[in-house]
């Protein structure tokens, strides 16, 4: 038995990494320092990937009762045509963080994730043994020992600092304010109605979260987070009536909370037994749900790596992929998000460099590249292996339906009642998928020995996975994709290097 994995902060980000190792039998502790789950969550909505993340484990159906259309995906609240995507990968969709956050919680801790609220992580040290964490409570102190520690405790996080890593900032500051309005939309003038960019400068956003409910977002640029007054009411209307240049109607708030600071992100993802994930890693304006599409994306990729690991399976060298493969995605989407902000402000420089973007977002390439963008479905990681025509080798494998799903004779297979590519993931580990019906017997005996981390099941072709078989990662990149017959040696070394050697 391996000391568990601590994890710092219950975060989305902590609780989607607890989930992960959860599936794959990893001890893990959850230390986050509120003392309860809150509904006082800023996340209103989902992007496309972070749905598709949900829904490759099973976790999105629990939440279907929660979510409202969209109206789409935006660059630099230009809205984009959707339909490059139809088909092939789920829409954005409405829905709040904090109902996320439970079913994480809940899904986790069904799993056997140990976590603890109202406790927090003080300080640490590491060895070539393991981590051992000081762990403060509202009665005392104790101490904890761990295989490794992650850091998903936000921008501020005690653990990035104590481990020593730089987390520079760049770029202007904003300053924005959220809260829930006891207000129904009918009530609202079309000023103070869906997401927009301002003329005044800035951004809002006003949209439903519940009967009567609103969620209010606004955003200001070239101003800095006062540092340690709390947010009000009156500053809350304030600010929507400079952005919208007219008065909110008076109705109670719920609860108001600031946000807002410079992007930044940190200059290493790992310090020896310490990994940074989500916001303790990187931080930046939050724009078209790239932010928390980040974060999940870093607790899906590390999660299995971290059980290769404990588990004794993984090759040497798999850990450093984490930051080798997440860290220039955090400087991408960061870059991507301040070259948004660019768009929008100041109003009087950035007027006629919108216009310019909007005629360029009618040519379909356009469209596209900045979809893919704003999604994160542009995510390709080096895997060692050479694209194969139009199979996404190193990206997502698109999230489509499947017909005739059974497992690959031989094997012990996957589930016989998947329908569609996320179904095949729900239990984490990565796939091998047959769609040509052309795997050689000696490589199903390979995927028989490899099937307590590889699922190996047979499936009708389709027009949207164009190979005759795919390997696919846990986190739902495919890692090879081609003939398995003209290619064995190639899926031989890509079954090796993410999926270790048989077990015995």
């Known amino acids: 038995m391996t000391a568990p994995v601590i994890i710092a902060g219950g975060s989305l980000t902590g609780l ?3 989930h992960e190792l959860a599936l794959w039998g990893i001890d893990v502790v959850v230390l986050e320092r509120s003392p309860d789950l809150t509904d006082e969550s800023p996340g209103q909505a989902i992007n496309t990937t972070t749905a598709e993340l949900l829904d490759q484990r099973g976790l999105l159906a629990g939440l279907r009762g929660h979510v409202s259309p969209v109206q789409g995906t935006h660059f630099s609240l230009m809205w984009l045509d959707m339909s490059a995507l139809s088909g092939r990968h789920l829409p954005a969709m409405l829905l709040g963080h904090q109902f996320i956050a439970r079913r994480l919680d809940e899904a986790a801790v069904a ?26 409570t509202a009665d005392g102190e104790y101490h904890l020992h761990g295989s490794f520690l992650v850091a998903a405790d936000g921008e501020d996080s005690t653990v990035r600092a104590a481990a020593g890593i730089a987390f520079p900032g760049a770029g202007p500051a904003n300053c924005g304010l959220v809260a829930d309005v006891e207000i129904a939309v009918a009530e609202l ?38 540092a340690d007054t ?19 109607p008076d109705a109670p708030v719920r609860w108001v909370r600031r946000y807002g600071g410079q992007t930044r992100t940190a200059d290493r993802m790992r310090s020896g037994r310490v990994f940074l994930a989500g916001d303790s890693a ?14 999940l994306q870093d607790a899906v990729n590390l999660g299995w790596k971290l059980a290769a690991e404990l588990s004794g399976w993984g090759r040497p060298g798999l850990l450093d992929t984490y930051h080798e493969e997440r860290h220039p995605q955090a400087v991408r989407a960061a870059d991507a998000t301040d070259a948004q902000l660019a768009l929008i402000h100041p109003i009087d420089r950035v007027t006629p460099l919108r216009g310019l973007f909007a005629e360029l977002l009618r040519l379909p390439q356009v469209n596209t590249y900045l979809l893919e963008l704003s999604t994160g479905l542009d995510v390709r990681y080096d895997v060692g292996v050479e694209p194969c025509g139009p199979v996404p080798v190193g990206r997502r494998l698109p999230h489509v339906p499947l017909a005739g799903v059974r497992p690959l004779a031989g094997t012990a297979g996957g589930s016989a009642t998947s329908t569609c590519v996320a179904d ?53 990149h495919v890692a ?14 890509a079954l090796k290097s993410w999926f270790g050697e048989p077990a015995g």
């Not at 000023?191 to 800035?202: A, L």
């Not at 930046?284 to 749900?289: I, K, Q, V």
């Open 16 to 18: 989607m990494l607890a």
């Open 111 to 136: 799993r056997g994730a140990d976590v603890r609220r109202g406790h927090r992580v003080t300080a640490f040290t590491q060895d070539d043994d393991g981590v051992r964490v000081r762990v403060g």
């Open 189 to 226: 003038a079309p000023e103070h109605r869906g997401s927009r960019f301002c003329p005044g400068g800035g951004v809002y956003s006003a949209v439903p979260v519940g009967p009567e409910l609103l969620r209010v977002i606004t955003a200001e640029f070239d101003v800095a987070p006062p």
């Open 230 to 248: 709390a947010p009000t009411t009156a500053e809350l209307r304030a600010a929507v009536a400079r952005l919208t240049g007219a008065e909110l």
């Open 282 to 295: 990187h931080t930046f304006y939050p724009l078209a749900g790239l932010r928390l599409n980040l974060c």
């Open 424 to 476: 095949l993931h729900h239990a984490g580990r990565g796939v091998y998928l047959d769609l040509g019906g052309r795997t050689p017997v000696p490589t199903r005996r390979t995927l028989a020995a490899l099937g307590d981390r590889v699922d190996a099941v047979r499936a009708e072709p389709t027009g949207e996975i164009l190979a005759d078989a795919v390997l696919v990662r846990p986190d739902g």
């Open 480 to 493: 090879w994709a081609g003939d398995p017959v003209s290619d064995a040696e190639g899926l031989s070394g």
